[in-house]
């Protein structure tokens, strides 16, 4: 079993900055691919970017070059540096592990991953 918990959300206003967290529990963080979703009221849950095992990353169109995703395996911590926020980037944000992952692998659907946070809110104010 894996425990993952976010932090980092709040109210920002356009243009600005949020750094979110994800801590894993346990010993299976460095064999992870990890992801995060957002979901917005109404919608389904989008990808947003995930890293692999050896550093790959890959990201939603809707957030290139705005967003980056990060990981730090000795503390077991994933991070997203969200950049130049906006309205549409309201949504909750949740972190994803899949466990024993493929080294390169950095799933981009839901389906690729077996345990899920509890989410953190982002709303960005226009």
């Known amino acids: 079993q894996v425990l993952l918990v976010e932090s980092g959300g709040g109210l920002v206003q356009a243009g600005g900055s949020l750094r979110l967290s994800c801590v894993a529990s346990?010993?299976?963080?460095?064999?992870?691919?990890m992801g995060w979703f957002r979901q917005a009221p109404g919608k389904e849950r989008e990808f947003v970017a995930a890293?692999?095992?050896?550093?790959?990353?890959q990201y939603g169109d809707s957030v290139k070059g705005r967003f980056a995703i990060s990981r730090d395996n000795a503390k077991n911590t994933m991070t997203l540096q969200m950049n130049n926020l906006k309205p549409e980037d309201t949504a909750t944000y949740y972190c994803?592990?899949?466990?024993?992952?493929?080294?390169?692998?950095?799933?981009?659907?839901?389906?690729?991953?077996?345990?899920w946070g509890q989410g953190t809110q982002v709303t960005v104010s226009s």
């Open positions: 346990g010993r299976t963080f460095g064999n992870s691919a």
């Open positions: 994803a592990a899949r466990v024993g992952a493929n080294y390169f692998f950095t799933p981009a659907y839901t389906s690729g991953y077996d345990y």
């Open positions: 890293i692999s095992r050896s550093g790959n990353t």
